[in-house]
């Protein structure tokens, strides 16, 4: 933002929100919700009730995003005084903590992999996520890949969504980029897939689509078919394509957003109409346990394990 268009923001009242978050890059929603959160920046409100914020929150804030792309916290970088979080820049990545002194000497730690994901996200870098999965889905296979970056990236997200130093547009967009690299890994194996396929699908008012794509994937590598309905799979539409596919399992998953008791209901119903020698398994953070006749998964691994010994 130029200084001429900070000026014709009428200093003697203060600066605009929406000049603040041109000029800083932090959005905002995010400034309305650190200044409740951690009562700062701190506006003045104008009898209009429109916030105005001095012209010195401009370069504190500035400093506060680039602590945040090298690694720091909302709750670490939101109140801190300019001189903080210029020791916090200065410092490097997560170096820093209250009463530290930067020196010259400091030597920066590199980012991990999951912060670069991360930093893709918050850019909503498309290219760039898409780059760092092909590179570490290539560097370390697909179980690794699941367990040591999908996961704890997603775990990270969900913490950062939570916390208020993501928005709900960088969780979908994280879960849409992994979901879509998946599938298109599981799609190419399910070329040369051993039938009778494996049927995939959520129930009814699931609308995650990740879970789906962890377990197709899982069923790929273990050289099955995947047949996938995909999710908001009504029951007796799961009955219908078993009648006609006669798939060799039924895998559901579950989105800790269900209700369990109805997700229990569902999967008797289902138990009573499929064949009893048709295997239904269930997972996912919602998954619930201890359903006559219905296997619950507690890990991707050991699905891929059952996978490969199913006949």
Not at 191 to 207: C, F, I, M, N, Y
Not at 262 to 267: K, P
Request: with cysteine; charged share 25%.
């Amino acid at each position: 933002m130029t200084e001429q268009a900070l000026q014709e923001e009428s200093p003697e009242q203060g600066v605009s929100i929406g000049a603040v978050a041109r000029a800083t890059g932090i959005g905002i929603e995010t400034l309305r919700m650190w200044e409740r959160r951690y009562g700062a920046p701190q506006s003045i409100r104008l009898p209009s009730g429109h916030r105005r914020y001095p012209e010195t929150e401009i370069e504190r804030l500035r400093l506060a995003a680039e602590a945040m792309r090298q690694g720091f916290r909302a709750r670490e970088v939101a109140a801190a005084s300019a001189g903080a979080l210029q020791a916090m820049v200065l410092a490097g990545r997560r170096r820093y903590r209250p009463g530290d002194v930067a020196s010259p000497s400091d030597q920066r730690e590199e980012p991990t992999e999951i912060d670069a994901w991360l930093e893709a996200t918050r850019q909503f870098d498309d290219e760039g996520l898409t780059s760092q999965l092909r590179h570490d889905w290539s560097r370390l296979g697909p179980m690794r890949f699941v367990a040591e970056r999908v996961a704890p990236f997603l775990e990270r997200v969900g913490q950062d969504w939570r916390e208020g130093e993501l928005a709900i547009s960088h969780e979908h967009f994280a879960s849409e980029r992994v979901g879509d690299f998946l599938a298109s890994q599981w799609r190419r194996l399910n070329e040369s897939g051993r039938t009778p396929p494996v049927l995939v699908a959520s129930l009814p008012g699931d609308q995650h689509r990740l879970g789906l794509q962890m377990c197709s994937l899982m069923a790929a590598l273990g050289e099955r078919k995947v047949l996938y309905v995909g999710p908001q799979t009504p029951p007796p539409e799961i009955v219908r394509m078993t009648t006609a596919h006669s798939p060799a399992a039924i895998c559901l998953s579950v989105s800790i957003t269900q209700d369990r008791a109805e997700v229990s209901r569902a999967l008797g119903q289902l138990r009573l109409e499929i064949p009893s020698h048709v295997p239904i398994v269930v997972g996912g953070s919602g998954a619930p346990g201890g359903l006559d006749g219905v296997l619950c998964m507690t890990n991707l691994s050991e699905f891929h394990d059952w996978i490969q010994r199913l006949e």
